[in-house]
């Protein structure tokens, strides 16, 4: 409780006494890890459904979901546009965008919509923009972004490390409207409010890292 804070304290809190000296023995906290396993517990709890032979029950389960994998057609994704939209108004544009415009697109590794959940991205530039349009380009046959960028990133804490190494920050002061290239979009953010309504808390999504 000296070292991490009361507020920190759990009933597996002993097991941080001997951390450093297994990071020493077997390296990186990912090389030893149990967590993957502990945090797949509950998916084969699911699988029991009575007390007895428990582990028989799971291997039949897994036998039979093997069988239906097998046998279902796997789902395409759509790529691109996920809705187009006519002519709108209330959304912002800038001199290179032009029609038509869409309320989200869909790449690969991520969906970029124009919803508070799926609108704040990370561009190859550093730049983390909160998307309020997208639109096609007039030059070029490119997918514009049109947004606001974060000019003011901060560290949102400082212990036991700068949150800037995890890439989180506490951002504010949006700029004016600007245009990127959606192929210069680097990763997908979770922009959370802080209680002064000014500063949103930006967190990177771990699986696209």
């Known amino acids: 409780s000296n070292i991490y804070g009361k507020s920190f304290m759990s009933h597996n809190v002993h097991v941080i006494l001997h951390l450093a000296d297994d990071v020493k023995h077997f390296g990186p906290l990912d090389n030893f ?14 699988k029991v459904r009575s007390g007895a032979k428990p582990l028989q029950q799971i291997v039949q389960r897994y036998a039979e ?3 239906l994998s097998c046998s279902t057609i796997p789902k395409s994704i759509n790529l691109g546009p996920i809705n187009v939209q006519t002519k709108s108004k209330n ?16 790449t690969k590794q991520f969906a970029v919509k124009l919803n508070s959940c799926d609108n704040c991205v990370k561009m190859v530039n550093g730049d983390i923009v909160i998307v309020e349009n997208i639109a096609t380009s007039k030059l070029e046959n490119d997918i514009l972004i049109i947004g ?22 506490a951002a504010s002061q949006l700029s004016h409207i600007q ?29 696209l890292q």
């Open 33 to 46: 890890s149990a967590f993957k396993f502990e945090n797949y517990m509950q998916p084969l709890k699911a």
């Open 65 to 67: 979901e093997r069988i």
């Open 148 to 169: 606001r960028k974060y000019d003011k990133l901060t560290n949102y804490f400082d212990s036991p490390c700068s949150s800037k190494l995890l890439h989180i920050y």
């Open 179 to 207: 245009s990127w290239k959606l192929s210069d979009v680097k990763g997908k953010l979770i922009c959370l409010p802080m209680p002064d309504c000014t500063t949103k808390i930006i967190v990177p999504l771990l699986h």
């Open 91 to 106: 959304k912002p544009m800038t001199d290179d965008a032009s029609e038509p415009q869409y309320t989200g697109w869909r």
